[in-house]
């Protein structure tokens, strides 16, 4: 008999975060990491805030953070995420710096639910996670393991190739019973008139934004350095606010 | 992973399946711990051990089995431990704050390993882990 004990750690992890907003994308490179990194930075101004990159191979919010981990004296032992104004926050980066992470086939399922399992979150109004991109393990996972609390966003490139891969995203998220509160349409001019992705309503439009490759490459925050950012992602904010509050 | 949430854990899953009446009575479950996971299995004993017992279960007996961890290489076939592993990280990593955390790392998520070890052999960083990953019940036995 196999007995799946890995749930009752996860579910003890999380026992104190009331929301979990999962932000996907069926394509790597839309910009979901941005995203799901902003949508955390203006959170944390009114509401109890985590953000949790579960990028395996692609972690980079701590770059959007600008948030660099001294492994020499940040040790994990304490299974705790770290604060970085306000925010508390987790990603692989903390486990291995900037080393690549080779894992393969089961050992990726069972380095998400391990880092599921042993963070310790502390009372959060909502914790958003950096999804990694994809229709398989890496997003049915969280979603059957955190199913009473979790929903999703869904990061999309106003392209009819991105827009193809994102509608088939959203229609496993139904199938799998997992809500999808609204659709991100990244790098996308306002006059750019797609209003839903698959069944999913277009929630905002966010637009290239050349401040936030040049303060990257300065080291500086985007979400601070660019006042722009907070306007075109208001609106997702403000509908996770009020779905969190409610 | 900590011993503690490991020990509730287990103890959560055998009472659930108490609850569930998919066994009448556990009277003994073996557990098996690879040695890459880095369990200290006095803490671990004990905490599993004192959880049982807060829930009725101070009669079962549980037994700890330590399995080697064993690695082959895809790309040339060489076969090495654990054992190997420390000893080639402490070659490679000699500030003592950057092994603990790398060691650390791999008790808390012991895929980890893929980052920080390569081949011996070849260098090579396709490779599995032939057994001793991660924590798992090998064997419950009671009445169904």
């Not at chain 1, 600008?66 to 032992?77: D, F, G, K």
């Not at chain 1, 306002?190 to 209003?195: A, K, P, Q, R």
């Not at chain 2, 000699?94 to 920080?116: G, M, W």
Request: proline content about 5%.
């Amino acid at each position: 008999m196999m007995l799946d004990f890995r749930k009752y750690a996860i579910s003890s992890a999380f026992r104190r975060v009331k929301k979990v907003v999962a932000v996907c994308s069926g394509k790597g490179g839309v910009g979901k990491s941005f995203i799901a990194t902003g949508l955390a930075w203006y959170l944390k101004d009114s509401l109890r805030t985590g953000l949790l990159d579960l990028d395996i191979y692609g972690f980079s919010t701590h770059r959007f953070l600008c948030y660099v981990p001294n492994l020499r004296y940040e040790s994990i032992e304490e299974a705790v995420p770290v604060q970085i104004d306000g925010l508390v926050y987790f990603s692989p980066v903390l486990l291995i710096g900037d080393r690549p992470f080779p894992v393969r086939g089961s050992y990726r399922e069972k380095t998400v639910l391990d880092i599921l399992s042993f963070v310790e979150w502390p009372e959060l109004d909502v914790l958003i996670i950096d999804m990694p991109p994809g229709t398989g393990d890496e997003v049915i996972l969280p979603c059957r393991y955190l199913a009473e609390k979790i929903s999703t966003i869904v990061v999309t490139l106003p392209d009819p190739i991105s827009l193809d891969v994102a509608s088939r995203l959203v229609m496993l998220l139904k199938e799998i019973g997992v809500q999808t509160l609204g659709a991100v349409l990244n790098m996308c001019d306002s006059s750019v008139n797609i209003e839903k992705v698959g069944d999913v309503i277009v929630v905002a439009k966010v637009p290239h934004i050349h401040c936030v490759v040049s303060s990257l490459a300065q080291g500086r925050n985007p979400y601070v350095a660019c006042p722009e950012v907070r306007e075109y992602l208001k609106p997702i904010v403000e509908y996770v606010r009020r779905l969190v509050t409610d | 992973m900590h011993e503690w949430s490991l020990a509730y854990s287990i103890v959560s899953a055998l009472l659930d399946l108490l609850r569930e009446g998919k066994v009448k009575k556990i009277r003994k479950v073996v557990i098996e711990v690879g040695k890459l996971v880095q369990i200290d299995l006095d803490i671990f004993r004990q905490a599993l051990q004192e959880v049982a017992g807060l829930h009725n279960l101070q009669d079962v007996e549980f037994e700890i089995q330590e399995v080697e961890t064993r690695f082959r290489c895809s790309r040339c076939g060489y076969v090495w431990t654990w054992r190997d592993v420390l000893n080639k990280l402490a070659e490679e990593i000699q500030d003592p704050e950057l092994r603990k955390t790398c060691l650390e790392s791999i008790h808390l998520v012991p895929a980890a390993v893929f980052a920080y070890a390569r081949c011996p052999a070849c260098g090579s960083p396709d490779y599995e882990v032939i057994e001793g990953f991660d924590v798992k019940i090998g064997k419950i036995v009671g009445e169904v």
